[in-house]
């Protein structure tokens, strides 16, 4: 599907990369966050990792032109970031990868079926990616969890499966 590189960072917001609309209480009428995953070890090893909101929004269209806007805003030569659109209740809406001014979004899965293989095909990864790290091969195991990252950003809440697979069509 993707074949990009995620580097984890070492600060937790990139300096060239400023908050779209960046709002701390909920807002009913804003019920779209766009978010980027934790990248802090210990939080996800403890099992406290929350994402990192960068803006709310009214509408998913808004919340799909805010993600571009942050993709346009990275430095050109910057390492691709994931992000999430989520809902007031934390679902997942639509997931993507922003790189180069622009945003790669992952086709929702449609059915059950489909995401146990997702599901399935992403532990598979994680599998391999522990076995590359026992043998020391951390760039191997990092390419292989990023793959896996790629596979579940498919795994939309089936609320939403079929509202965002008909947005990316529109986008396109």
Request: charged share 20%.
């Amino acid at each position: 599907m993707f074949d990009l590189s995620f580097p984890a960072l070492s600060i937790p917001f990139p300096a060239d990369v400023m908050p779209v609309v960046a709002h701390s209480t909920f807002d009913p009428a804003l019920p779209f966050s766009l978010t980027l995953p934790d990248c802090n070890p210990a939080a996800a090893i403890s099992g406290e990792a929350h994402p990192r909101i960068i803006g709310h929004f009214a509408t998913l269209a808004e919340a799909m032109r805010g993600a571009i806007k942050m993709a346009d805003e990275m430095e050109p030569d910057a390492a691709p970031r994931m992000l999430a659109i989520l809902d007031r209740d934390e679902r997942l809406v639509l997931a993507g990868a922003a790189a180069n001014g622009a945003v790669a979004w992952c086709a929702p899965v449609m059915t059950a079926t489909e995401a146990r293989v997702v599901v399935m095909e992403a532990s598979q990864l994680r599998a391999q990616a522990s076995r590359a790290a026992d043998w020391l091969e951390s760039d191997l195991a990092t390419r292989l969890r990023q793959r896996a990252d790629l596979l579940e950003a498919r795994l939309v809440d089936p609320l939403w499966r079929a509202f965002a697979t008909r947005a990316l069509q529109i986008a396109a």
